[in-house]
């Protein structure tokens, strides 16, 4: 019953004169004639042709916006222009109706803020099938890139007792009863008696997982959903989002740059050979958009243009320390149009200070390297200075910070020092300082946050329009 051809399938290789069965959800019905049929496989409708006369009128009646119906018919030149084929319909049968008067999608332009309300029915837009087709385009450029290296794809846990990133921002896990939390004598809450026999919590992170099995395997990459409890509500940070975490032994700050810079490369590359009709749909929609904006906040770039752009130029690498210079002397500082104005070394970056350097200073991508310690996480090497450590941002035009990652610190007494001032528990991490114990070596990775390049590469300017179910504060709808 349900054999039949994917639209894209059909456009790409057909035979006039051919009888063919498709499948889809009606788009529109015009004059009681030409349904446009789309079926997700690709962003274009096919057109179907009715003989309305010796149509039943019931059957007719049901072919509305929204509704599913199988068509048969004859493949046709098209009389229309804008598409090269057609389909006279034999027989048309409707598989599920959509009564148009509750349907919230109307065949006209919605706003994404509606359709986030919607977000169960807007895969059915040619914004986000657009958008979901990219997103999966991605993911598989991100597999191949790291399989044609090598790498093998580790899949780190969801639940963990520890927090990678020690900025204690963890959504818990637990079955204790909320109404009767068991005490210790002390007073505390006894997670002996939780399900894991220990406080455990949603992982925001893979990457110390990645760090043992890298030690072993050399190369590895995790690619999967992370989770952060921060109350940050911008269209840059989501509570669940998808990371992609490698981790090399034998590799040091320069490797790990040269692979990062390579993996977005390559992504970028991927898309634009092989969703050319999405980008270009997509490219056509952030046009619209920035038509509202006034003139100096638009782009000077097409999208198009700005994925090219960003192949065909080395990223920019400077320290932190350069980069502070370049701000504290920027018109900006100057003139005081900074929220959080640069005075001194040691500041942390705000995303007006990331922008200001892609945006306005270099006007490409930048890979910032050699932070502050105090502004860093524990696990990153420590320099010869003792005060900076061996990390790398990348910044990207529109989107701020995609990548962040380090060279490790292996050095077994350097890593434990720094995990006692910053106050890290060292008992719970046993295993993970064993890997310093047994066999340390020299070793470097990143984290690449998996909706910031979805966002990226589609021009979306809300990170929540990425990611078919978004969760931030106050939102974990379906
Ligand atoms: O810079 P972050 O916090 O680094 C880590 O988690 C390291 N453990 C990675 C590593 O070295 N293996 O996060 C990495 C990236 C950020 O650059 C950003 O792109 C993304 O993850 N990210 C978020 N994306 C969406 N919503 C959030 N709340 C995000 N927080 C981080
Ligand atoms: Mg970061």
Redesign the pocket.
């Known amino acids: 019953m349900f054999s039949r051809v994917k639209i894209k399938e059909l456009l790409a290789n057909y035979t006039l004169g051919d009888t063919v069965t498709v499948m889809g959800w009606v788009r529109t019905f015009r004059n009681n004639q030409f349904i446009a049929l789309n079926d997700g496989s690709v962003l274009t409708n096919l057109q179907i042709v009715v003989d309305f006369e010796n149509m039943d009128a019931e059957l007719l009646k049901k072919i509305t916006t929204g509704a599913a119906i199988k068509a048969v018919g004859e493949v046709i030149a098209s009389q229309g222009k804008g598409q090269a084929i057609e389909i006279k319909a034999k027989e048309v049968e409707v598989l599920g109706v959509c009564d148009p008067e509750v349907y919230p999608l109307q065949p006209k332009k919605h706003s994404l803020e509606f359709l986030r309300e919607i977000a169960h029915l807007r895969p059915r837009t040619n914004t986000f099938s657009a958008v979901f087709r990219v997103r999966h385009q991605l993911a598989m450029a991100i597999h191949q890139f790291f399989h044609n290296k090598g790498f093998v794809y580790m899949h780190s846990p969801i639940i963990t007792g520890s927090d990678?990133?020690g900025a204690g921002e963890m959504f818990r896990v637990t079955t204790l009863p909320l109404d009767k939390l068991p005490k210790t004598e002390e007073g505390h809450i006894d997670f002996k008696k939780d399900f894991f026999g220990k406080s455990t919590n949603l992982t925001?992170?893979g990457?110390l997982e990645?760090e043992l099995a890298a030690l072993a395997l050399s190369e590895v990459y995790t690619f999967g959903p992370t989770f952060?409890a921060?109350n940050?509500n911008t269209s840059?940070?989501?509570?669940e989002?998808w990371?992609i975490?490698p981790?090399v032994a034998f590799a040091d700050l320069n490797d790990n740059m040269d692979l990062a810079e390579g993996l977005l490369k390559y992504c970028i590359g991927q898309v634009i050979e092989h969703c050319a009709e999405d980008l270009e749909f997509l490219e056509g929609r952030l046009l619209d958009e920035e038509k509202q904006k006034p003139q100096n906040e638009r782009s000077e770039m097409s999208l198009r243009e700005k994925l090219q752009f960003c192949l065909n130029n080395d990223f920019q690498r400077l320290t932190y320390t350069e980069a502070i210079d370049i701000l504290k002397n920027s018109t900006p500082n100057k003139k005081g149009k900074f929220n959080y104005p640069i005075e001194a070394w040691g500041a942390d970056l705000q995303s007006e200070h990331e922008r200001y350097l892609v945006e306005k200073h270099f006007g490409k991508p930048v890979i910032l390297t050699d932070y502050p310690k105090a502004i860093k996480a524990f696990y990153m090497r420590v320099n010869e200075d003792n005060n900076t450590v061996r990390a790398m941002?990348i910044l990207f035009p529109g989107i701020g910070?995609?990548?962040?990652?380090?060279q490790r610190e292996e050095r077994l007494d350097v890593l434990m020092a720094r995990m006692e001032e910053m106050h890290i528990p060292l008992e719970e991490m046993q295993w993970f300082l064993d890997t310093r114990k047994f066999g340390t070596c020299p070793h470097a990775?990143?984290?690449?946050?998996f909706?910031?390049l979805v966002q990226f590469v589609t021009g979306m300017s809300n990170?929540r329009d990425v990611i078919p179910f978004p969760r931030f504060p106050g939102s974990a709808e379906f």
Not at 445 to 449: A, K, S, T
Request: net charge negative; no cysteine; glycine share 16%.
């Open positions: 990678a990133e925001v992170s990457q990645a952060r921060e940050s840059r940070h989501l509570a989002f990371m975490e981790e941002d910070e995609i990548v962040g990652g380090s990775g990143f984290g690449l946050g909706e910031r990170i």
